[in-house]
T-cell receptor, first 110, second 115 residues
Framework: QKEVEQDPGPLSVPEGAIVSLNCTYSNSAFQYFMWYRQYSRKGPELLMYTYSSGNKEDGRFTAQVDKSSKYISLFIRDSQPSDSATYLCAMIQGFQKLVFGTGTRLLVSP | NAGVTQTPKFQVLKTGQSMTLQCAQDMNHNSMYWYRQDPGMGLRLIYYSASEGTTDKGEVPNGYNVSRLNKREFSLRLESAAPSQTSVYFC??????????????FGSGTQLSVL
């Protein structure tokens, strides 16, 4: 069983929809939770990170962590075609020990 | 702002050939990384370097060697390429945001095919 599970998608939504992207994990030692966005033929870039359970908001993006269920989510409000990308969750176990999910491909159609 | 620069962008090798992937960063970061990305497997760490002069194995180091030439440059070498090394390779450097959280800055990747 992988330490981090993520549905590969693709997830197709119309412009303006609310998008929910999710990851589950098995390792209770994970301390920090991150979301990276990766456009086609580009390297990933950090979107958001959070530590504790609860929500963290940044513009149209909200990261949510439920440590009791070992479940994290990224919500995108008012989705745009420019949000079309692969979203990778990542979890930190310790210094320089980062575990990535496989990524969910999101397609937002105009 | 160049950030993290990788060369080459594409490469095709025959089984048994060798090659070196080059990476340079201009952000004065101490830590640098090499990852490979495969469908269904996600990003997996090959090697990392916490500072100039040090290197450590990651999750999948077999078949690879690295050199941290100076603070800016971190190269990845395939001594005898195998088809299983067909992948997209990413170099990254990092900065500590605080509380043990590192932000990785990735290059654009090298798409490698081994025939």
């Amino acid at each position: 069983q992988k330490e981090v599970e993520q549905d590969p998608g693709p997830l197709s939504v119309p412009e303006g929809a609310i998008v929910s992207l999710n990851c589950t994990y098995s390792n209770s030692a994970f301390q920090y939770f991150m979301w990276y966005r990766q456009y086609s033929r580009k390297g990933p870039e950090l979107l958001m990170y959070t530590y504790s359970s609860g929500n963290k908001e940044d513009g149209r993006f909200t990261a949510q962590v439920d440590k009791s269920s070992k479940y994290i989510s990224l919500f995108i409000r008012d989705s745009q075609p420019s949000d079309s990308a692969t979203y990778l969750c990542a979890m930190i176990q310790g210094f320089q020990k980062l575990v990535f999910g496989t990524g969910t491909r999101l397609l937002v159609s105009p | 702002n160049a950030g993290v620069t990788q060369t080459p962008k594409f490469q095709v090798l025959k089984t048994g050939q060798s090659m070196t992937l080059q990476c340079a960063q201009d952000m004065n970061h101490n830590s640098m990384y090499w990852y490979r990305q495969d469908p269904g497997m996600g990003l997996r760490l090959i090697y990392y370097s916490a500072s100039e002069g040090t290197t450590d194995k990651g999750e999948v180091p077999n078949g690879y060697n690295v050199s941290r030439l100076n603070k800016r440059e971190f190269s990845l070498r395939l001594e005898s390429a195998a088809p299983s090394q067909t992948s997209v390779y990413f170099c990254a450097s990092s900065v500590i945001l605080g509380q043990g959280v590192e932000k990785l800055f990735f290059g654009s990747g090298t798409q490698l095919s081994v025939l």
